[in-house]
């Protein structure tokens, strides 16, 4: 209770404007600690905390809540352990095994086993689950508890076949049975099939099923520092932050969006560096 009014989920832009305005109203308040808690141990709650310690420096008190025994449940060790680290190093608490029993305006409710504590918070930052558009929840279509659509092998809808659907909103499993995860290196390799099965239904040729291939993943641990694991390689530190933004580079749609992200991305050290 208490997530839906008093939590900042972390999955839009609109989410992260909002994330960054508390922060700046919190930085510019007589507050001598800011004490962040983020609920989930995935990649958006470790990335966050990361970033989010190295911003408040000494002034933030920053705790990860996951229920599970470990973050990163389904990440490589290497990617794991480098993660581990870079909590450790910038003093980011973590409670695992821990439920959210409540939230309010100023305090979080942690249950861990029978006892239940309530302790102070300034913000709150939800990043646990997928929440698929409204558009998607009312369509007469198979869906899962999770509202995603039900889709087989070949990306069609399973109550609607001349329907594809893909990424997020489906839920799906891959010729092999895998179940396909909701990632954007995913739904890139899905977006191939669905549009060769669309062409394929036209033409009255075969439609061929999902075959998802894992390339690996790669994590931000701070504002210059990374983990990678994929392809035979594994790296962690600067390098693996320089690698990293040269893939995403890579993956940007178009070549406008590749100048655009890349200009950014030199730009601003030398606006942060003018700005102090
Ligand atoms: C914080 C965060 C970090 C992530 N980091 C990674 C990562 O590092 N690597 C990775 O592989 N994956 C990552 N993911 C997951 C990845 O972003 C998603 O799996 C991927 O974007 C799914 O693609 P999609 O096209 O299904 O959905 P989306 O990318 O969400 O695209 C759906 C689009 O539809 C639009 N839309 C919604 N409703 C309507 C409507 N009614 N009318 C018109 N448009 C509408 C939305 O605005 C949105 O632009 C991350 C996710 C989050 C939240």
């Not at 900042?8 to 001598?32: G, K, N």
């Not at 300034?122 to 039900?150: F, H």
């Not at 010729?175 to 396909?180: K, L, P």
């Not at 893939?247 to 969006?257: V, W």
Request: charged fraction near 25%.
């Amino acid at each position: 209770p208490g997530a839906a009014d008093h939590s900042i989920p972390f999955r839009t832009i609109a989410d992260a404007y909002r994330l960054e305005e508390a922060l700046r109203e919190l930085e510019q308040s007589e507050a001598d600690k800011i004490r962040v808690a983020i609920v989930g141990g995935g990649y958006s709650g470790v990335e966050l905390a990361c970033k989010l310690a190295e911003r408040l420096g000494d002034r933030g008190r920053l705790r990860i809540v996951e229920m599970g025994d470990q973050i990163l449940r389904a990440s490589p060790d290497f990617n794991r352990d480098a993660a581990m680290k870079a909590l450790s190093d910038r003093k980011v608490w973590l409670d695992l095994e821990t439920r959210v029993a409540n939230i309010s305006a100023d305090t979080i409710t942690l249950a861990y086993r029978d006892a239940e504590d309530v302790l102070p918070v300034d913000i709150t930052l939800w990043t646990v689950g997928t929440k698929v558009s409204d558009v998607v929840t009312t369509l007469p279509l198979a869906k899962t508890e999770r509202n995603q659509l039900k889709v087989n092998t070949k990306l069609q809808v399973v109550s609607r076949p001349d329907i594809f659907a893909l990424g997020d909103l489906a839920e799906s499993f891959d010729a092999t049975g895998q179940r396909v995860p909701s990632t954007a290196q995913s739904t890139f390799q899905q977006a191939q099939y669905a549009a060769w099965n669309i062409w394929a239904t036209v033409n009255h040729r075969p439609l061929l099923p999902f075959r998802y291939q894992h390339l690996g993943e790669m994590m931000t641990l701070g504002m210059d520092n990374a983990t990678l694991t994929g392809m035979g390689v594994q790296l962690d530190g600067p390098m693996a932050h320089i690698a990293r933004r040269l893939a995403y580079l890579y993956r940007m749609t178009t070549l406008d969006h590749q100048i655009k992200v890349g200009l950014n991305w030199i730009a601003k050290p030398v606006r942060d560096l003018l700005s102090l």
